[in-house]
Structure formats: C-alpha cells, structure tokens
Antibody
Framework: QVQLQQSGPRLVKPSQTLSLTCAISGDSVSSNDAAWTWIRQSPSRGLECLGR?????????DYAASVKSRITINADTSKNQFFLQLNSVTPEDTAVYYC??????????WGQGAMVTVSS | DIVMTQSPLSLPVTPGEPASISCRSS???????????LSWYLQKPGQSPQLLIF???NRASGVPDRFSGSGSGTDFTLKISRVEAEDVGVYYC?????????FGQGTKVEIK
C-alpha cells in the first residue's frame, strides 16, 4: 500500500530555512493521477495547505498566498521523494507539518507528521 | 480562498446514538460534471488526519458503513449512524474545488 515517510530537522532557528523530505513508497512521485502536498497544523491557523507539486508531462507547483514568497516544493524522481523548503522562518511557522497525496482532489494518504519548532 | 465553516465545533455523543456534523462552503463545490469536491477527515488523538469521505458521499477504502456523507453545492453533512468509542477525535471537512485547498475549523467529537 502507499506510504509516506517524513524526515527533517525538528528545530529551526528564526530567519533560517525549514526543510522537510517526504519519501514515497507504493506510488510514483511522477504519477499523472496524483499531486504531492504539504500541509501544516497549528492551534492558531488550524489545518493549512501550503502547496503541492505534480507531474503532467511537465512539473508544476502551486502555493498558498500566505507563504508564496518564501516556499519551494519540488521532487526528486530518482529517489521518489518530494520536499518542502520554507525560507526566513519565524516562530509563527512553528507547527506540525504533514505531507500527503492528493488524488481526486482529496488527501487520501498522509505522512506521520513532524512537529517543527522555530526557536533560537 | 474558499471559506469552510463547520458546526457544531464540539459534539458530545453517546455510544450507539447517531451524530451529525454540518459543513458549509463560501462558494459552490459542485462542478459542471456533477461532482462535489468535498471530503471529510477524522483526526484521532495523536494521529494524522485520515480520509473518510471523498466527492461528498463516497466512503474511502476501509471506512465503516456507519459513516455517510451527503449534500451538494455549499451545504454538506457527515453522519455517523451509531457512534462507537473509536470514533472520538476531530472531524474536518475540506474543499478541493479551488486551490488552495481549505479546511473547516474542525468538530471535536467526544463521548459523554
């Protein structure tokens, strides 16, 4: 079955870059039927979809307006992984971060989540 | 962005009794092909959200048939026919009609 395994640092200093990896098993990051998504959850913002990347003959990414100026989501087909980079973080970026597969415009597979704290 | 509004935000339930959660969207989620791009999730304590319902009324694989989704356009409902103790957690609706995907605030279901 499809599984997503997240990894990355749990503590990031203010103004630095938050980087997370999501490793896919049981599906391909290049699938034409899926989009690979990052979501975060915090008490103040609830569940917030940050953006996604997907392959439809070419690679595409789209991002939430709230983070668009400092986010990158991309993929590595050789490793079957996708990534989140969030630059210039502040304590407001402290949250649980999830990766997920979007299929039929629903999020049917989720990673285990990663609590990331932004603090000096 | 499409705003999703759930009610109630807290729902005490009695095992064996039915329960119902409402979700309203600020724009129609019905597309020209007749699909409602609305899904429901349950986040059990300490876990990631899990998909229950997609396209408004389709149960995801492995979801018990006591869960059902209904509605169209801007008004949707999740019903649990007979609540079990394992159903406690926070339920979210999410719209997939427009990017960015957006979620409701969540409804916390707990046993009375």
């Amino acid at each position: 079955q499809v599984q997503l395994q997240q990894s990355g640092p749990r503590l990031v200093k203010p103004s630095q870059t938050l980087s997370l990896t999501c490793a896919i098993s049981g599906d391909s990051v290049s699938s034409n039927d899926a989009a690979w998504t990052w979501i975060r959850q915090s008490p103040s913002r609830g569940l917030e979809c940050l953006g996604r990347t997907y392959y439809r003959s070419n690679w595409y990414s789209d991002y939430a307006a709230s983070v668009k100026s400092r986010i990158t989501i991309n993929a590595d087909t050789s490793k079957n992984q996708f990534f989140l980079q969030l630059n210039s973080v502040t304590p407001e970026d402290t949250a649980v971060y999830y990766c997920a597969r979007q299929a039929s415009r629903a999020l049917d597979i989720w990673g285990q989540g990663a609590m990331v704290t932004v603090s000096s | 962005d499409i705003v999703m509004t759930q009610s109630p935000l807290s729902l005490p339930v009695t095992p064996g009794e039915p329960a119902s959660i409402s979700c309203r969207s600020s724009q129609s989620l019905l597309d020209s092909n007749g699909y409602n791009w609305l899904s429901w999730y349950l986040q059990k304590p300490g876990q990631s959200p899990q998909l229950l319902i997609f396209l408004g009324s389709n149960r995801a694989s492995g979801v018990p048939d006591r869960f059902s989704g209904s509605g169209s356009g801007t008004d949707f409902t999740l019903k649990i026919s007979r609540v079990e103790a394992e159903d406690v957690g926070v339920y979210y609706c999410m719209q997939g009609q427009q990017i960015p995907l957006t979620f409701g605030q969540g409804t916390k279901v707990e046993i009375k």
